[in-house]
């Protein structure tokens, strides 16, 4: 019983490891479409204008996140920040996706 709670503590360990591996790039895409390359290492602020609405992406210190949408929830705004290639920001009304991705990432553990 011990035995098996130590293993699954190391493998929760080794998962939430592999979640934290920073992003390198943001892959935004506007209805399903290609729209931009973001690299992570550079901070700035994005602007997607597109017939679905506008968005604002700011990125700073390795992280992302949505700082503008009119959409009319702003749920993707409400998301916060994110920083590891296993994270998203989806505004669906606006039908804009940002993924996260970079040399390095881990896509999963194996114990």
Known sequence: MIAAAVLLALGWTGFTLARAVPAAEAIVSVNG???????????GTYEIDSEYGRNVIEVSDGKLR????????????????VTSGTQSIVCLPNRITVELSGEGQVDAVAG
């Open 33 to 43: 479409e290609y729209y931009m390359s973001i690299d992570m290492a550079k901070d």
């Open 66 to 81: 949505m700082a503008e949408a009119d959409c009319p929830d702003g749920l993707c705004v409400l998301q916060g920040w």
